[in-house]
């Protein structure tokens, strides 16, 4: 996802890493999340669900029960619900932090008993005691407080406002059923798959992979105040942001279960779909295991048998540093920031000027589904061909050179690199991994980054783990900074929401294209960072919208309408002059949506209106898009008026030739 719209998703637990992302002005963490309100209906009836909500059906394809977990997003400070968003009313609660002992609060130090905060604390053995009073912890402005309470004079108070959870009718799914639960507009949070569950009464529910609350083997939470433990696979969802949904599905926290998302609306991009099952081909060091086996029949729950064990989940590197006694092959001290985004790299994506690969399967999902391209083994670019601005992710293309931008740029020792524009890290003549090609320097997270690269072939074994993730689940977050090929937007269709399908272990049949025989595995030395390719052929199962097809026709420019808004989503610059343009574009999108509905029904007259409002919208959009303060401030932009141009045309010959029957 753009850097500019990144969120917290996968990192909750300490936050360091992927994504903060900021929607409408908040920066989005997770925390705890009662149920304010429930709206959910038992089986797959979308229906249930009003126009104004998004109907998110639940279906179990595996052998075994799912438990289903969910949380809301948390943002912005607050004192009471009333600081928080309410329309419609109960979206959002505030979730003041409190505490129940001095393990709820921050340690403050101390020489002296005047040194303590608060009524009636002493210093004891160099800390303060108690810090936990009368239900609010005592706080320093140097210490800090949790949930993300602010110290005033001395107490901690007020906390985040919270998304509501809206719990399913029953948590577990059993084998072929499925439940569907309807989420408010403007809601953003995350879903997953709880796998070997045991209730244990009350808000109790144990699970071997996906629980939330303590670690497994200690009883978690049936529903969740906080999120998952790793290894989960995640689906993340933000709502009707800038006027479309945003949504990935991730393995940034791991891989427990396979997990398939699929919206509604006909060219949106169906998400998550693995090749293979990752806990079959999970590196030895990043392996959950459950028990010993014979055969896969032996490995309950999902689990696959590897080397006699259940390997029951897939860690990735960043929570198995964090986890007690990590395995020493992955050399947690010297590599840890580099597994987490840390350090020199934290929020410095090496993705964030184009998209980096493994081999040509990461270079398939690029600008919302829509393009593909060819990865570069030598600088692990995605490379695409091209001979107009249309063509490219971005909306620039170097003709001289028949490619999309950014293009590369050679260099010797004594040359100096061009300094790019941000959020593009600085450029560095690079004379080993690239040979002689400016490219980011050492302080990126991906693998454009020498040094990353060998981090990621450390915890992989051999090929870097991001490269196994990404062959078994090409659409799915592999590592943080996988946005180019992991994230999709989609626009609601004519007044009404966006729809989605979330399916555990889902069948293996496409629902819209063949499936496709493709190689997905890559092996490397880890002493190096040369990677070689070895051939490994697979039934794709992934399900992509691919090019969008060409002419004056409703199935055109509707496609190519919710590329354009994807496409404006994408762009980086000050969120006012982004927000108007796509508050343009989706205009334009959803009058020729409901344009093709009216003249399904046979009302000539009003398709007409619609239509034409739809022509004005993208006039406005390409003058908007060429002004002097959108040039200067969002690169990209004006390219974008190309595409619009043409839709404007088309929507003409559309308009003069349309046939719908009587008005």
Same mark, same amino acid.
């Given at each position: 996802?753009?850097?500019?719209?990144?969120?917290?998703?996968?990192?909750?637990?300490?936050?360091?890493?992927?994504?903060?992302?900021?929607?409408?002005?908040?920066?989005?963490?997770?925390?705890?999340?009662?149920?304010? $309100?429930?709206?959910?209906?038992?089986?797959?009836?979308?229906?249930?669900?009003?126009?104004?909500?998004?109907?998110?059906?639940?279906?179990?394809?595996?052998?075994?029960?799912?438990?289903?977990?969910?949380?809301?997003?948390?943002?912005?400070?607050?004192?009471?619900?009333?600081?928080? /968003?309410?329309?419609?009313?109960?979206?959002?609660?505030?979730?003041?932090?409190?505490?129940?002992? &001095?393990?709820?609060?921050? #340690?403050?130090?101390?020489?002296?008993?005047?040194?303590?905060?608060?009524?009636?604390?002493?210093?004891?053995?160099? %800390?303060?005691?108690?810090?936990?009073?009368?239900?609010?912890?005592?706080?320093?402005?140097?210490?800090?407080?949790?949930?993300?309470?602010?110290?005033?004079?001395?107490?901690?108070?007020?906390?985040?406002?919270?998304?509501?959870?809206?719990?399913?009718?029953?948590?577990?799914?059993?084998?072929?059923?499925?439940?569907?639960?309807?989420?408010?507009?403007?809601?953003?949070? %995350?879903?997953?798959?709880?796998?070997?569950?045991?209730?244990? $009464?009350?808000?109790?529910?144990?699970?071997?992979? $996906?629980?939330?609350?303590?670690?497994?083997?200690? #009883?978690?939470?049936?529903?969740?105040?906080?999120?998952?433990? *790793?290894?989960?696979?995640?689906?993340?969802?933000?709502?009707?942001?800038?006027?479309?949904?945003?949504?990935?599905?991730?393995?940034?926290?791991?891989?427990?279960?396979?997990?398939?998302?699929?919206?509604?609306?006909?060219?949106?991009?169906?998400?998550?779909?693995?090749?293979?099952?990752?806990?079959?081909?999970?590196?030895?060091?990043?392996?959950?295991?459950? $028990?010993?086996?014979?055969?896969?029949?032996?490995?309950?729950?999902?689990?696959?048998?590897?080397?006699?064990?259940?390997?029951?989940?897939?860690?990735?590197?960043?929570?198995?540093?964090? #986890?007690?006694?990590?395995?020493?092959?992955? &050399?947690?001290?010297?590599?840890?920031?580099?597994?987490?985004?840390?350090?020199?790299?934290?929020?410095?994506?090496?993705?964030?000027?184009?998209?980096?690969?493994?081999?040509?399967?990461?270079?398939?999902?690029?600008?919302?589904?829509?393009?593909?391209?060819?990865? &570069?083994?030598?600088?692990?670019?995605?490379?695409?061909?091209?001979?107009?601005?249309?063509?490219?992710?971005?909306?620039?293309?170097?003709?001289?050179?028949?490619?999309?931008?950014?293009?590369?740029?050679?260099?010797?020792?004594?040359?100096?690199?061009?300094?790019?524009?941000?959020?593009? *890290?600085?450029?560095?003549?690079?004379?080993?991994?690239?040979?002689?090609?400016?490219?980011?320097?050492?302080?990126?997270?991906?693998?454009?980054?020498?040094?990353?690269?060998?981090?990621?072939? @450390?915890?992989?074994?051999?090929?870097?783990?991001?490269?196994?993730?990404?062959?078994?689940?090409?659409?799915?977050?592999?590592?943080?900074?996988?946005?180019?090929?992991?994230?999709?937007?989609?626009?609601?269709?004519?007044?009404?929401?966006?729809?989605?399908?979330?399916?555990?272990?889902?069948?293996?049949?496409?629902?819209?294209?063949?499936?496709?025989?493709?190689?997905?595995?890559?092996?490397?030395?880890?002493?190096?960072?040369?990677?070689?390719?070895?051939?490994?052929?697979?039934?794709?199962?992934?399900?992509?919208?691919?090019?969008?097809?060409?002419?004056? %026709?409703?199935?055109? @420019?509707?496609?190519?309408?919710?590329?354009?808004?994807?496409?404006?989503?994408?762009?980086?610059? *000050?969120?006012? /002059? =982004?927000? %108007?343009?796509?508050?343009?574009?989706?205009?334009?999108?959803? =009058?020729?949506?409901?344009?093709?509905?009216?003249?399904?029904?046979?009302?000539? =007259?009003?398709?007409?209106?619609? +239509?034409?409002?739809?022509?004005?919208?993208?006039?406005?959009?390409?003058?908007?898009?060429?002004?002097?303060?959108?040039? =200067?401030?969002?690169?990209?932009?004006?390219?974008?008026?190309?595409?619009?141009?043409?839709?404007?045309?088309? +929507?003409?010959?559309?308009?003069?030739?349309?046939?719908?029957?009587?008005?």
């Amino acid at each position: 996802m753009p850097a500019s719209l990144r969120r917290a998703g996968s990192r909750e637990r300490s936050f360091p890493r992927r994504r903060f992302h900021v929607l409408a002005g908040l920066v989005v963490v997770l925390l705890t999340s009662p149920a304010r $309100g429930v709206r959910a209906s038992d089986g797959s009836d979308a229906t249930a669900c009003s126009a104004a909500e998004h109907a998110l059906t639940f279906a179990n394809g595996c052998p075994y029960p799912i438990w289903l977990g969910e949380l809301g997003n948390a943002a912005g400070f607050c004192r009471s619900d009333g600081g928080c /968003l309410q329309n419609p009313p109960g979206l959002q609660f505030c979730n003041i932090s409190t505490c129940s002992s &001095d393990a709820d609060c921050p #340690a403050i130090q101390c020489a002296i008993d005047g040194d303590c905060p608060g009524t009636g604390a002493t210093c004891s053995n160099g %800390r303060c005691t108690p810090t936990c009073q009368q239900g609010q912890c005592a706080c320093k402005p140097a210490t800090g407080c949790p949930g993300g309470a602010m110290c005033e004079s001395e107490k901690c108070v007020g906390g985040l406002c919270q998304y509501t959870t809206y719990p399913p009718p029953d948590w577990q799914l059993t084998t072929g059923n499925s439940a569907t639960i309807c989420i408010p507009a403007g809601w953003g949070g %995350r879903f997953w798959g709880r796998t070997g569950c045991t209730p244990g $009464g009350g808000n109790v529910l144990t699970c071997r992979t $996906g629980q939330c609350g303590p670690p497994y083997p200690l #009883a978690g939470q049936l529903q969740c105040h906080v999120s998952a433990n *790793p290894p989960t696979t995640l689906f993340e969802p933000t709502f009707d942001s800038l006027g479309v949904d945003f949504y990935d599905v991730s393995l940034v926290s791991g891989y427990n279960v396979p997990l398939e998302v699929t919206p509604s609306t006909a060219g949106c991009v169906v998400t998550g779909a693995c090749t293979s099952d990752l806990n079959a081909t999970c590196p030895v060091s990043l392996g959950v295991t459950g $028990g010993s086996c014979t055969t896969g029949g032996d490995c309950a729950d999902g689990g696959a048998c590897v080397g006699g064990q259940c390997v029951v989940g897939c860690m990735d590197p960043c929570d198995q540093c964090s #986890a007690p006694n990590p395995p020493a092959a992955l &050399d947690c001290p010297a590599n840890r920031n580099f597994y987490c985004c840390e350090g020199a790299q934290k929020s410095n994506s090496c993705n964030s000027g184009s998209a980096t690969c493994f081999d040509d399967n990461d270079c398939k999902n690029l600008a919302n589904g829509k393009l593909s391209a060819t990865c &570069d083994a030598t600088t692990r670019l995605c490379l695409r061909s091209c001979t107009s601005d249309a063509e490219c992710p971005a909306g620039t293309c170097d003709t001289t050179r028949g490619q999309c931008t950014p293009p590369l740029v050679t260099c010797s020792a004594a040359q100096v690199c061009p300094v790019p524009k941000p959020p593009q *890290p600085p450029l560095t003549c690079d004379q080993g991994l690239a040979s002689g090609v400016c490219v980011p320097g050492l302080d990126c997270c991906g693998p454009y980054n020498p040094q990353w690269l060998q981090a990621a072939s @450390v915890a992989g074994g051999g090929p870097p783990w991001v490269a196994t993730f990404k062959a078994a689940c090409p659409t799915a977050y592999s590592y943080q900074f996988d946005d180019p090929t992991s994230t999709f937007t989609c626009a609601e269709n004519g007044g009404q929401k966006v729809n989605y399908t979330i399916s555990f272990c889902p069948l293996s049949t496409p629902t819209t294209s063949a499936p496709t025989t493709t190689t997905a595995t890559t092996t490397s030395n880890p002493s190096s960072t040369t990677i070689t390719s070895t051939t490994s052929t697979v039934t794709t199962t992934t399900t992509l919208s691919g090019g969008c097809p060409m002419g004056a %026709r409703f199935e055109s @420019v509707n496609c190519r309408l919710s590329d354009l808004v994807a496409r404006v989503g994408a762009l980086s610059g *000050p969120r006012g /002059l =982004r927000r %108007r343009l796509l508050a343009l574009a989706t205009k334009a999108t959803n =009058r020729t949506q409901g344009a093709r509905q009216r003249c399904a029904s046979g009302r000539k =007259r009003k398709t007409r209106a619609l +239509l034409a409002q739809a022509i004005r919208a993208l006039g406005a959009f390409r003058s908007r898009a060429a002004s002097r303060a959108v040039v =200067r401030k969002i690169p990209g932009a004006a390219a974008l008026g190309t595409p619009a141009d043409a839709l404007r045309n088309d +929507l003409r010959s559309l308009r003069a030739a349309l046939t719908c029957g009587p008005s």
